[in-house]
């Protein structure tokens, strides 16, 4: 794992300080590719580079002050294995009650690699997630802003939060949909025990074994409520996250900016601020989802929902079935189960990945703001 990561993170900074001399050739009169195509490529490098770079950080920072290397997904791997066991397990056969005992219930079962199931299919998945995201933010945030502009008559216009919103809405959509089938077989491979009826062996072996038995359409189930659960959480955490950032530096308060520059201290406590607003709003979805994950799924029997009267797995039908019945089987707090250990998770993550790619952003000679 230690080689791999530095292995990843030696192909980023080179990635990095070729395109970094690139614009500089370029500054100096020698010609280089069009300046479309380098702006691509910069936004997917910062954006996929996020991950690397948040890993190659917290390898170095585990190496030094704990005992070995991790990587920021794998660091909070037993907390997502976690989070998605509460969110589906059967309320009439209770194994996990809360994060410590939940924790430790997987190590006592399952042992240490029981704490990292579907970690691997996540960390495949997460790179060009991210890369999508921020790509399509930046060119949605370009496309919504000449649109406004246009209307307005103002050249000088800058996107409003609301604005902001629809760009990470849409962001967060095109990211979801185009790694939704590996998103959807993580779940699965996340869920299923050792006492499993069916082993999935893997990423590939579950993706074309859904396919062959539940057909194309099951690698997209939970994919509404993913949708709809997108515009609060990406939306609201790049709309809390730049309109912050904007507030503090025009109010300057409690002395936090200093020449119209935020620390890095400042930018994760934005960061954290949005992250924590945008899961709690969209969280309840991420339950639906992927309980609708299960469905269909024999194998997950042993640990699905049951419906209030019997032990046997419990069928949704839709979105709204599967509202409705979670909440009339098992209440509406049932629709926040594992919201602690995605706190955890999520919180800090989101604050290092959005300050990770301003600071990428820099290094590549771009300017975060989309106006100019």
């Not at 070995?68 to 209770?94: C, F, Y």
């Not at 419906?307 to 009339?328: C, H, Q, W």
Request: proline share 4%; net charge positive; charged share 20%.
């Amino acid at each position: 794992m230690a080689s791999e990561d530095v292995k990843a993170s030696e192909s980023a900074v080179t990635t990095i300080v070729n395109l970094a001399e690139e614009a500089k050739l370029a500054r100096e009169g020698v010609k280089a590719p069009s300046h479309a195509i380098i702006s691509i490529c910069k936004s997917l490098v910062a954006g996929g580079g996020i991950d690397v770079v948040r890993n190659f950080v917290t390898t170095r920072i585990t190496l030094e002050c704990v005992c070995g290397p991790a990587g920021s997904r794998t660091a909070v791997a037993p907390l997502e294995r976690l989070k998605i066991l509460l969110q589906v397990q059967n309320p009439h056969n209770i194994k996990y009650n809360g994060t410590i005992q939940g924790l430790k219930y997987i190590w006592r079962t399952e042992g240490f690699r029981g704490l990292f199931k579907g970690n691997g299919t996540n960390c495949a998945r997460i790179v060009p997630n991210s890369a999508v995201k921020f790509f399509s933010y930046e060119q949605a945030s370009k496309g919504i802003l000449y649109l406004y502009q246009q209307q307005t008559g103002n050249e000088d216009a800058q996107l409003t939060p609301l604005l902001r919103l629809g760009a990470g809405a849409c962001a967060g959509i095109i990211a979801m949909s185009a790694t939704y089938p590996m998103d959807m077989v993580r779940g699965r491979l996340t869920v299923q025990t050792d006492k499993s009826p069916y082993q999935y062996r893997g990423m590939f072996h579950a993706l074309s074994t859904v396919l062959r038995q539940e057909g194309p359409r099951a690698l997209y189930k939970g994919w509404l409520p993913s949708v709809i659960g997108v515009v609060p959480y990406v939306g609201l955490n790049f709309a809390v996250y730049e309109s912050l950032k904007d507030w503090l530096v025009k109010a300057r308060p409690f002395g936090l900016v200093e020449d119209s520059e935020l620390s890095v201290t400042t930018r994760l406590a934005c960061g954290a601020a949005a992250g924590t607003i945008g899961q709690t709003v969209a969280y309840p979805l991420d339950v639906i989802r992927r309980r609708m994950q299960m469905v269909g799924w024999k194998g997950a029997a042993s640990i699905v929902t049951g419906d209030g009267r019997s032990k046997a797995p419990l069928e949704y039908n839709g979105m709204i079935d599967t509202f409705r019945k979670t909440v009339r089987h098992e209440g509406f707090g049932a629709l926040y189960k594992g919201l602690v250990p995605n706190s955890v998770k999520v919180v800090p993550s989101i604050a290092i990945a959005f300050v990770t790619y301003e600071m990428v952003k820099d290094i590549l000679g771009v300017e975060i703001r989309i106006s100019d």
